[in-house]
């Protein structure tokens, strides 16, 4: 049989001195020597010979005798005969020459070019796969076979992976001793454990039942405080990780053992909460003004009134996406009304285009609830936009700055206090009661979300939305259903955009609310639903007079100091403090807030007139208020009288005695005044009467104004000029007692039928608060008490419509 060129017979043992391999490449050939097999002796059991036999080598009917060195000569002309076969492509030609038929010599073998083997490659890195017919094309250009060019190919891509995996193997290895020297690190430190506060060695001992809860209390609470940080991520734009560690470094101890200290250590139970960082930006501050709840870790974890704070977050993140949307979006969700007067147009919202493109983030609108949304745009007198919503972000400063529409305010949780130290993504909790100055318009109490944002360089979205339908009522909140709620606050707010080059920031206001209408008088429906009363223009104009008041005065103060007139300005700001505490009192009475005891009055209601509301509260020892029962009656009018000529009369000191009492028939002198803004109405100013009266000489008349865009207020009350005279020189005035009257003008609102009046005219209110005379905190009122109350109230209503001529 012959086998690659060698045979062996039936008798004899055939000799092979080496096996051919081929190994397809271009012109190359593998060969793999095996043991000479062509000498060799007959085993005893064959033919019997002696040593020195030589074995033929030949065909398969007999051949020649030849010597080992002929056999080993034959073995090297095979070997060259193979590489000529390999290199020319041609297999199982020896057989011929194996049997004695003549052999042709091959072409010598030749190496490829460095032409041919960059022409190879540049195809193959483009298709390490050609088809037989770019392979011919090849083999035609290059001047080669084509097997040539296939088994290029193929030992080419056998090269290509081979590399692939000595490359992965390496990185394997690599790998593999990194954790080898890892583990070995684990496993010493584990043989030597030390503890992570004194730094001594430890010994094990048995966990107790209380550390054991501990530890999975802990587990839990960075488990959950992590899912807090995505979704914080989530809503800030912003990547926040864990900060790390989270807890005291211990060792990890082995299943029912614990760690304890060596002897004369210290002992330590793992921390159950978080770093204070994490606190501070998840769950409040560590310490907070009057008013504001403290939340943290160990009180409440994961939880708000009963809310998840994840939900809170993105509750907080829908309500600024909608806030920023509306302000930007035109018609049709936001369509110019018709004006029937000069005023500019006012834009009313598409209620239909609102529900296609937005969904309710508070769920849908209670029933009997009514809508107002309106949206108002301006400039605002201030060179720092992240100032001025550091004030909005504040809030006790919010609170001050909108006085006349913020009755009492406080911080339930700060959430987060933002990223990077700014109030980019910081988000309150906030409960408000809001208030139209009238005893006609019941207060609103909200509790929201307060959450802000920097949109860009310069500009910045603050929103508020409410969680009144989502709260379970645990204590923090107070309206918490729709049972006890009158009122839900939509995404409101506004957006700001500072303009360095000319010194001011755009202000673009968004307000959308709903609340209950039955409990409002039908004399301020319309205005509600307007939103002249606590709409985006009330809160826009009211932020614009502010912030003039603010630049005026802030001039004025270095004025003062350039002329080195220190007590001047102790002198102005006393004066400023005790105006400021009679407007607030003079808000509280009017709305009748919580945020002084105001108690209604039992069994008088046959002695007061219609519309008109008497309330008491009881001082005992506080400051600024004589003790005593104090009454404060408050009623409001419609008026056929524009409301500028209605301000104008009210502050008009020759025509203040036809409906002032304090002026006893006379005319009223103007002693001094500071001016508040540059509009003319906006000042405080003490006036004094021209009277003979010596009851009335030591009297004088604190009295402050103010005016906007959106109404007008005149307050004023009695001040004794010894009290005056301390208060000028800078001294304190917290101890001056004050008990307020004023008017309160807002423009009427859009006619509504079947409402009984017409429009351009104006809603006047009236309040003043009285000391019962001979009264102490614990006498009861008197019939003639309350008439006398309400006759001064009604006298004084009558006089005005008397001189303006004005139509009941």
């Not at 002796?41 to 019997?48: L, M, N, V």
């Not at 006085?403 to 911080?411: D, G």
């Not at 259903?481 to 303009?499: E, F, H, I, K, Y």
């Not at 301000?647 to 001016?675: H, K, Y």
Request: proline fraction near 5%; include cysteine; charge should be negative.
């Amino acid at each position: 049989m012959s086998f690659l060129g060698f045979s062996d017979d039936d008798g004899g043992d055939g000799a092979l001195t080496g096996m051919e391999l081929p190994f397809p490449g271009a012109g190359t050939g593998v060969f793999i020597p095996t043991p000479a097999l062509s000498v060799a002796t007959a085993d005893a059991a064959g033919h019997g010979g002696d040593g020195g036999r030589v074995v033929p080598v030949g065909c398969a009917g007999g051949g020649t005798v030849r010597s080992a060195s002929e056999a080993e000569n034959e073995r090297r002309s095979r070997t060259i005969d193979h590489l000529d076969v390999v290199s020319g492509g041609g297999f199982g030609r020896d057989d011929d020459a194996a049997c004695g038929m003549p052999r042709k010599r091959k072409r010598p073998y030749v190496r490829h070019s460095s032409e041919q083997i960059q022409e190879l490659q540049a195809l193959f890195d483009k298709c390490p796969h050609p088809d037989e017919m770019q392979r011919a094309e090849l083999s035609r250009r290059l001047f080669l076979d084509p097997s040539q060019v296939k088994f290029w190919f193929q030992n080419r891509r056998t090269q290509t992976k081979a590399k692939l995996v000595r490359d992965e193997n390496v990185q394997l290895r690599q790998e593999n001793d990194r954790l080898r020297a890892e583990n070995l690190c684990i496993r010493e430190a584990m043989r030597h454990p030390v503890c992570g506060n004194c730094g001594r060695p430890v010994v094990l001992g048995v966990l107790s039942l209380e550390e054991q809860h501990l530890r999975a209390q802990n587990a839990r609470l960075t488990e959950e405080l992590s899912r807090v940080c995505a979704a914080s991520s989530e809503f800030l734009g912003k990547s926040i990780s864990l900060p790390a560690p989270l807890q005291t470094h211990q060792p990890e101890p082995m299943p029912g053992s614990r760690v304890q200290p060596a002897a004369g250590g210290v002992g330590s139970v793992p921390s159950t909460t978080v770093a204070s960082s994490t606190i501070t930006e998840f769950t409040g501050t560590a310490s907070t003004s009057s008013g504001t709840a403290i939340m943290t870790m160990s009180e409440e974890p994961l939880e708000i009134a009963g809310i998840d704070k994840s939900v809170l977050l993105e509750l907080a993140k829908s309500a600024m996406d909608e806030l920023v949307k509306m302000a930007q979006m035109e018609d049709p969700l936001w369509t110019p009304s018709v004006s029937l007067s000069d005023s500019p147009a006012k834009e009313t919202l598409n209620y239909e285009e609102y529900l296609n493109t937005f969904s309710p983030c508070i769920g849908v609108k209670p029933a009997g609830f009514q809508s107002e949304a309106s949206r108002e745009s301006g400039i605002v007198i201030s060179d720092d936009s992240v100032a001025l919503v550091e004030a909005l972000m504040d809030e006790r400063r919010w609170s001050n700055i909108f006085s006349c529409m913020v009755a009492k305010s406080s911080t339930i949780a700060e959430i987060s206090t933002g990223v990077a130290g700014s109030r980019d993504g910081a988000l309150l909790l906030i409960q408000a009661e809001l208030q139209v100055l009238s005893p006609l318009v019941p207060i609103r109490k909200a509790t929201f979300l307060r959450f802000c944002k920097q949109l860009g360089e310069g500009a910045w979205a603050v929103v508020d939305v409410s969680i009144d339908g989502l709260v379970v009522d645990q204590g923090l909140a107070a309206a918490s259903t729709t049972a006890n709620m009158n009122c839900r606050r939509l995404p409101s707010g506004c957006l700001v955009q500072q303009d360095t080059r000319n010194g001011f920031c755009k202000v673009k206001w968004v307000e959308h609310a709903e609340y209950d209408e039955s409990s409002v008088h039908p004399l301020y429906r319309s205005l509600l639903r307007s939103g002249l009363a606590l709409g985006a223009g009330r809160w826009l104009a009211t932020l614009q007079r502010q912030c003039k008041c603010w630049a005026t005065l802030q001039s004025c103060v270095a004025a003062w100091e350039q002329y080195s007139s220190d007590v001047l300005a102790a002198g102005t700001q006393s004066l400023l403090k005790l105006a400021q505490r009679m407007m607030e009192s003079f808000f509280s009475g009017v709305s009748a807030s919580s945020a002084l005891e105001w108690s209604k009055l039992d069994g008088f209601t046959d002695n007061i007139g219609n519309d008109v509301r008497i309330i008491e509260r009881k001082s005992v020892d506080e400051p600024g208020v004589p003790p005593g029962v104090v009454l404060c009656a408050a009623t409001s009018v419609w008026m056929l009288v524009t409301p500028e000529r209605l301000f104008q009369f009210l502050c008009d000191e020759g025509t203040r005695a036809e409906w002032d009492i304090l002026s006893t028939g006379g005319p009223m002198q103007e002693v001094t005044n500071i001016a508040k803004g540059q509009q003319d109405g906006n000042t405080v100013s003490l006036l004094r009467t021209n009277t003979t009266n010596t009851q009335q000489n030591g009297i004088l008349i604190l009295q402050e104004t103010c005016t906007d865009a959106s109404g007008s207020m005149v307050v004023y009350a009695p001040v004794d000029i010894p009290a005056m005279h301390l208060v000028m020189s800078g001294g304190d005035s917290a101890s001056v007692p004050l008990l307020p009257s004023g008017f309160v003008i807002l423009p009427d609102g859009p006619t509504i039928p079947g409402d009984g009046h017409k429009t351009c005219g104006s809603l006047l209110t009236f309040a003043f608060q009285i000391l019962v005379k001979n009264s102490e905190p614990t006498a009861k009122l008197t019939v003639e008490s309350i008439q006398t109350v309400n006759n001064l109230i009604s006298c004084t209503i009558n006089r005005i419509k008397t001189a303006l001529h004005c139509d009941v």
